[in-house]
C-alpha cells in the first residue's frame, strides 16, 4: 500500500513537471517565435557590387541566416533584373545574395522571373540545376523541384504560409483562377488545424499606385478567400517602395480582423513615387531600401520592423493576438 502511495506520488510531481514544461514552451516566448525576413526586387542589371542597395540586404540577410538569427528569407519575386536566365542569376544574383539560399522561400513574378516560353530558369535555379550553381533553396531542398508558377504551402511554428505565383494572372488566367479553389482548400486545412494563417504572392492587392503599376485588381479572387478565411498577414512586392495596410478586409475597409498586408519591395532596385494615397495603407515611404523582420507568435500576434541599409525610412510595431 506503502508502495503504491509512493508510486502515485512520484507520477504527480512528474506529471506536475510536465505540465510546467508545457506552460513554458506556450507562454514562454521565444520557444516558439518564428523569426523571417522578406524582401522582393532585389538586383539590377549586371550588378554585382557589394556596396549597391542590394548589395548591402543580400549581406544583411545572409548574416542573419548564417548567424541563425532567422528560422525563414521569404523571397517575394523579382529576384534579378531584366530578363534572367541561369547565367545572370549565377553571375549577378548569387555573389550578393547566394547566402540566403539555406533559408530561402520563393515565389515566382511575372516577366522579370518568369515568362512562359521565354525565360524559365528561376525553378533550375532554385533547385541547383544551374551551371555553376548546385546549392538549393530551403523548400527545394525540402521539396526537391518546384516548376515556376506551381503553388505550395509550408507550416513555420503555429503560422501557416501559402505561396502563390501572380505570373498566372497575366499569362494564364484560367489557371490563375483554380488556383483560387487550391488555396480555398489550403487555407482551410490549415485553419481546421489550428494554424494561423499568411499569404505570399508578389504582386500586391492592398497598395498605392506608381506610374508603373496600379494594385493587382484581378487578384480579387484570391483576396476574397483570404478574406473569408481571415488571413493574418500577406506579403508582396513589385511596387519598389514600402507600405503597410491597416487590418483590411475584401472591401477596403480597416477592420479588427482583417490582413495586414506588407509590400516590401526595396531589395535594391531603383525606387518609385506613389501615385495615389489609398485609405487602407497607413505607412509607406520611397526613398529607402532595406527588409522587413518579423516575429511571429504561437498566439497569433507578431511584431515588424522594418531594416533600413540605404535611407532613412523606419516602420515598426505589433499586432495583437485575435
Same mark, same amino acid.
Given at each position: 500500500?506503502?508502495?503504491?502511495?509512493?508510486?502515485?506520488?512520484?507520477? +504527480?510531481?512528474?506529471?506536475?513537471?510536465?505540465?510546467?514544461?508545457?506552460?513554458?514552451?506556450?507562454?514562454?516566448?521565444?520557444?516558439?517565435?518564428?523569426?523571417?525576413?522578406?524582401?522582393?526586387?532585389?538586383?539590377?542589371?549586371?550588378?554585382?557590387?557589394?556596396?549597391?542597395?542590394?548589395?548591402?540586404?543580400?549581406?544583411?540577410?545572409?548574416?542573419?541566416?548564417?548567424?541563425?538569427?532567422?528560422?525563414?528569407?521569404?523571397?517575394?519575386?523579382?529576384?534579378?533584373?531584366?530578363?534572367?536566365?541561369?547565367?545572370?542569376?549565377?553571375?549577378?544574383?548569387?555573389?550578393?545574395?547566394?547566402?540566403?539560399?539555406?533559408?530561402?522561400?520563393?515565389?515566382?513574378?511575372?516577366?522579370?522571373?518568369?515568362?512562359?516560353?521565354?525565360?524559365?530558369?528561376?525553378?533550375?535555379?532554385?533547385?541547383?540545376?544551374?551551371?555553376?550553381?548546385? +546549392?538549393?533553396?530551403?523548400?527545394?531542398?525540402?521539396?526537391?523541384?518546384?516548376?515556376?508558377?506551381?503553388?505550395?504551402?509550408?507550416?513555420?511554428?503555429?503560422?501557416?504560409?501559402?505561396?502563390?505565383?501572380?505570373?498566372?494572372?497575366?499569362?494564364?488566367?484560367?489557371?490563375?483562377?483554380?488556383?483560387?479553389?487550391?488555396?480555398?482548400?489550403?487555407?482551410?486545412?490549415?485553419?481546421?488545424?489550428?494554424?494561423?494563417?499568411?499569404?505570399?504572392?508578389?504582386?500586391?492587392?492592398?497598395?498605392?499606385?506608381?506610374?508603373?503599376?496600379?494594385?493587382?485588381?484581378?487578384?480579387?479572387?484570391?483576396?476574397?478567400?483570404?478574406?473569408?478565411?481571415?488571413?493574418?498577414?500577406?506579403?508582396?512586392?513589385?511596387?519598389?517602395?514600402?507600405?503597410?495596410?491597416?487590418?483590411?478586409?475584401? +472591401?477596403?475597409?480597416?477592420?479588427?480582423?482583417?490582413?495586414?498586408?506588407?509590400?516590401?519591395?526595396?531589395?535594391?532596385?531603383?525606387?518609385?513615387?506613389?501615385?495615389?494615397?489609398?485609405?487602407?495603407?497607413?505607412?509607406?515611404?520611397?526613398?529607402?531600401?532595406?527588409?522587413?523582420?518579423?516575429?511571429?507568435?504561437?498566439?497569433?500576434?507578431?511584431?515588424?520592423?522594418?531594416?533600413?541599409?540605404?535611407?532613412?525610412?523606419?516602420?515598426?510595431?505589433?499586432?495583437?493576438?485575435?
Amino acid at each position: 500500500m506503502r508502495r503504491n502511495r509512493v508510486i502515485a506520488g512520484v507520477s +504527480a510531481f512528474l506529471l506536475g513537471v510536465t505540465c510546467l514544461w508545457a506552460v513554458s514552451l506556450s507562454i514562454g516566448g521565444r520557444i516558439t517565435d518564428v523569426r523571417i525576413a522578406a524582401v522582393g526586387d532585389m538586383n539590377g542589371v549586371r550588378n554585382y557590387a557589394p556596396d549597391s542597395p542590394s548589395g548591402r540586404n543580400g549581406a544583411a540577410i545572409t548574416r542573419l541566416v548564417q548567424n541563425n538569427e532567422i528560422d525563414a528569407f521569404l523571397g517575394l519575386g523579382d529576384f534579378q533584373y531584366d530578363t534572367a536566365y541561369c547565367a545572370d542569376y549565377v553571375k549577378y544574383w548569387t555573389p550578393l545574395w547566394g547566402g540566403t539560399k539555406p533559408k530561402l522561400y520563393w515565389v515566382s513574378a511575372p516577366n522579370h522571373d518568369w515568362k512562359p516560353g521565354r525565360n524559365e530558369d528561376l525553378g533550375n535555379f532554385m533547385n541547383g540545376q544551374c551551371p555553376g550553381s548546385t +546549392a538549393k533553396a530551403a523548400i527545394n531542398q525540402q521539396r526537391g523541384f518546384i516548376r515556376n508558377g506551381k503553388p505550395y504551402s509550408k507550416d513555420f511554428g503555429n503560422w501557416h504560409f501559402a505561396f502563390l505565383s501572380s505570373a498566372h494572372w497575366r499569362y494564364n488566367p484560367s489557371q490563375a483562377r483554380a488556383l483560387t479553389t487550391w488555396l480555398d482548400n489550403d487555407l482551410a486545412a490549415a485553419k481546421a488545424a489550428g494554424k494561423h494563417l499568411a499569404v505570399v504572392h508578389h504582386e500586391p492587392y492592398f497598395t498605392s499606385n506608381t506610374r508603373e503599376h496600379d494594385r493587382a485588381s484581378d487578384h480579387k479572387p484570391w483576396i476574397d478567400v483570404m478574406w473569408k478565411h481571415r488571413v493574418r498577414l500577406t506579403l508582396s512586392g513589385s511596387q519598389h517602395n514600402y507600405e503597410r495596410s491597416c487590418p483590411v478586409n475584401n +472591401a477596403d475597409q480597416c477592420v479588427s480582423d482583417g490582413m495586414t498586408a506588407f509590400q516590401v519591395s526595396t531589395g535594391g532596385v531603383d525606387l518609385r513615387p506613389f501615385t495615389s494615397s489609398p485609405s487602407y495603407i497607413v505607412k509607406r515611404f520611397s526613398d529607402t531600401h532595406g527588409f522587413l523582420r518579423m516575429t511571429l507568435r504561437d498566439n497569433g500576434s507578431f511584431d515588424w520592423n522594418f531594416v533600413p541599409t540605404s535611407g532613412s525610412g523606419t516602420d515598426a510595431g505589433t499586432r495583437s493576438a485575435p
